[in-house]
T-cell receptor, first 116, second 115 residues
């Protein structure tokens, strides 16, 4: 069965520093991979996704992620953190992309704190 | 309205009450989902509906009863809940067909407190 592991439940960075949130997945077929962000008392918002093609994908708010099949990883990065990036981030996998009703499987989430 | 809308946003209910959560999507999607988000736990998939048919039930207790009258609406009927059922309940929808169409769109959730 597919699964997602997010290393580090809490990451703290200074404003302007590099953000790196780690995600490793397990999937029996080529996966579709996603990063979502959740602000307090809100639903989840899609940051970016990888389906096929270019392995480096860019998302909203300056985030990007790179799909590395050999490492089964999909780490999220942002060159320079902003205070507004403080939130919880979830990595998710779907390995039946062409079937309707295929639910995403989420990691446990990583809380990002940004200090001034 | 656009996107996925959940009502109510907050709900406090006693263990003997019966209440319902509502979710509506205006995206023309075919699949809808209920997730439970508890503190310090990963998102738990509860139910999946595909073209109004339930296709997945992740061993959810029978005190949670979903209903999907059409592809745009999803309900979660609650009765005789326990305090440990207190959580954020998230509804999502997705298209699911074809490449790149499997991302889920989430509502803002219903914060449920069982007292």
């Amino acid at each position: 069965a597919q699964s997602v592991t997010q290393l580090g439940s809490h990451v703290s960075v200074s404003e302007g520093a590099l953000v790196l949130l780690r995600c490793n997945y397990s999937s029996s077929v080529p996966p579709y991979l996603f990063w979502y962000v959740q602000y307090p008392n809100q639903g989840l918002q899609l940051l970016l996704k990888y389906t096929t093609g270019a392995t480096l994908v860019k998302g909203i708010n300056g985030f990007e992620a790179e799909f590395k099949k050999s490492e089964t990883s999909f780490h999220l990065t942002k060159p320079s953190a902003h205070m507004s990036d403080a939130a919880e981030y979830f990595c998710a996998v779907s390995d039946l992309p062409n079937q309707a009703g295929t639910a995403l499987i989420f990691g446990k989430g990583t809380t990002l704190s940004v200090s001034s | 309205e656009t996107g996925v809308t959940q009502t109510p946003r907050h709900l406090v209910m006693g263990m003997t009450n019966k209440k319902s959560l509502k979710c509506e999507q205006h995206l023309g999607h075919n699949a809808m989902y209920w997730y439970k988000q508890s503190a310090k736990k990963p998102l738990e998939l509860m139910f999946v509906y595909n073209f109004k048919e339930q296709t997945e039930n992740n061993s959810v207790p029978s005190r949670f009863s979903p209903e999907c009258p059409n592809s745009s609406h999803l309900f979660l009927h609650l009765h005789t809940l326990q305090p440990e059922d207190s959580a954020l309940y998230l509804c999502a929808s997705s298209q699911g067909y074809g490449q790149g169409n499997t991302e889920a769109f989430f509502g803002q959730g219903t914060r449920l407190t069982v007292v």
